[in-house]
């Protein structure tokens, strides 16, 4: 698994739901399929049962009433709507400070606070660098690929999850802030060093285009944040006329659901991309029309695939608009809704869950690909998209 230092997981969550959404690759505390009806929030967590909604509106309740009370007796509110959530059965029901919440939302606009580093857990559990971010603290500081992060701050990083060295990397709420210094022990072959780095207001790029040997374009989309789904339709429309595309979705764990609904237009002449429900009432996303419906298209996926990034695939997929290779996906398909409390923390909490075109849930299931490929997954992208005819 690898990560990018974006965000870490909030110190306050309930570790259950502690999944670190990523944005290139990492993991984010909160990714899920969508704060609906206001789908222009925060995607977060997915409960375990694709039915019906696992908590009510009553939950929601019992969580303010919990906090207001904790308020009243000179507790802190924020610690009774997490023994709240716990409460109610939600396995990814959590509660964040508003300034954890403040955080995300700020990262879905496309910006967040950091070094600018990708790192990946060898087997051995040495953690290596895998990308340096250009014009980041950590480019400045002479990093490279390759290089091998041996400590944060003091902590020794060998055999940790890579979710974990991020939130070092990044920083808890209090000391997140650009400006704020993280001191890195690295090596490269035989020399160790250290180097304090500043962290600083960098952009998340998370749509990268490239153009392959005979035409063939490959899009990634490493998370929807906000106008992301705009880039894929930039990048559909430049793309060499009537050559494949490849939709690169592996280690997308999702973002904003408008923004994967607009990269769904690019590829669909409008129709149908999702039906979901909110506490039992069913809505449904439809595509934009006017997208490219004919240029062949392969869209790869993996076990970090999830929310936002399924919902896209799921769409492709039923309406025969996409061969999918790869393994199969994370299954994370539910709706969470925010509630802010008396001290401005929030709680979210599952009401609900998402279904591709076809009435297939997602939720604990994931999606199965087209064709399943666990190496050479690009390659064989090619071979299929030389047989569709590209």
């Not at 006329?241 to 609904?261: H, M, Y």
Request: proline share 4%; charged share 25%.
């Amino acid at each position: 698994m690898s990560g990018r230092d974006l965000f870490c997981p909030p110190r306050r969550i309930r570790r259950g739901a502690a999944l670190t959404l990523v944005f290139a690759s990492l993991l984010v505390a909160g990714a899920a399929t969508g704060s609906f009806p206001d789908v222009d929030r925060l995607e977060r967590k997915s409960p375990s049962d694709p039915g019906r909604s696992a908590v009510s509106a009553k939950a929601h309740e019992d969580v303010a009433e919990a906090a207001e009370a904790a308020m009243a007796d000179g507790k802190s509110p924020m610690e009774a709507a997490e023994r709240a959530v716990s409460r109610s059965g939600d396995r990814w029901g959590a509660v964040y400070s508003q300034g954890e919440y403040e955080e995300f939302e700020e990262a879905l606009d496309g910006q967040y606070t950091g070094v600018g580093l990708w790192a990946r857990r060898e087997r051995d559990g040495r953690i290596e660098v895998t990308n340096v971010a250009p014009g980041s603290p950590a480019a400045a500081a002479g990093i490279h690929k390759g290089d091998r992060l041996r400590s944060v701050d003091g902590k020794k990083v060998d055999g940790r999850p890579v979710t974990e060295v991020v939130s070092f990397l990044r920083g808890d709420a209090t000391d997140a802030a650009a400006g704020t210094t993280v001191r890195l022990g690295l090596e490269r072959g035989t020399r160790a060093w250290s180097r304090t780095l500043h962290r600083a207001r960098l952009s998340t790029d998370d749509v990268t285009v490239r153009t392959l040997v005979g035409g063939i374009t490959v899009i990634r989309i490493s998370a929807f944040t906000k106008g992301s789904g705009e880039q894929v339709r930039d990048a559909v429309r430049q793309a060499p006329a009537g050559a494949g595309i490849i939709l690169d979705l592996r280690s997308n764990s999702g973002g904003l659901v408008t923004e994967a609904v607009t990269a769904a237009s690019a590829f669909l002449d409008g129709g149908l991309v999702a039906t979901y429900d909110v506490e039992g009432e069913q809505r449904a996303l439809h595509a934009e029309p006017g997208g490219d419906t004919t240029r062949p298209l392969v869209a790869l996926v993996d076990g970090g695939t999830m929310s936002a990034a399924e919902l896209l695939t799921g769409a492709l997929q039923d309406r025969g608009r996409a061969v999918v290779v790869g393994s199969r996906t994370f299954g994370k398909g539910s709706v969470q809704m925010p509630s802010r409390l008396p001290d401005g923390s929030v709680a979210e909490l599952t009401v609900g869950h998402y279904r591709t075109p076809l009435g297939r849930g997602v939720d604990g299931r994931g999606i199965t690909p087209d064709l399943d490929v666990g190496q050479d997954v690009l390659e064989r992208a090619e071979t299929v998209l030389s047989g569709l005819g590209r």
